[in-house]
Nanobody, 124 residues
């Protein structure tokens, strides 16, 4: 089992920035790919970004809607994955979830472990 706890959400004005954190505990964090998803009211959970696990290098993947604005990173020594969100827009408003899994896909159903979510609200 991997337990995931997100933090860093809040209320921010359009154009502002937030940094989300996801702290992992339990099984070896460094063996899992990590991702961020989000879910707005009345909408399905959607892929935001993912980062692979490798001893030598990592690869990052982004949804088109956040590419160039969001950056995912991980610190295996701290068992933490981050999502730096810049140039935020009102349409970024959602609950953001951290996920861990053995392979990277855009489908929420393919990820094994989830956090409880953190609310991000972007105002005009």
């Amino acid at each position: 089992q991997v337990q995931l706890v997100e933090s860093g959400g809040g209320l921010v004005q359009a154009g502002g920035s937030l940094r989300l954190s996801c702290a992992a505990s339990g099984r070896t964090f460094s063996g899992y790919n990590m991702a961020w998803f989000r879910q707005a009211p009345g909408k399905e959970r959607e892929f935001v970004a993912a980062i692979s696990w490798s001893r030598s290098s990592t690869n990052a993947y982004y949804a088109d809607s956040v590419k160039g604005r969001f950056t995912i990173s991980r610190d295996n020594a701290k068992n933490t994955v981050y999502l730096q969100m810049n140039s935020l827009k009102p349409e970024d408003t959602a609950v953001y979830y951290c996920a861990a899994g053995p392979r990277i896909t855009y489908s929420p159903g393919s990820w094994n472990f989830w956090g409880q979510g953190t609310q991000v609200t972007v105002s005009l």
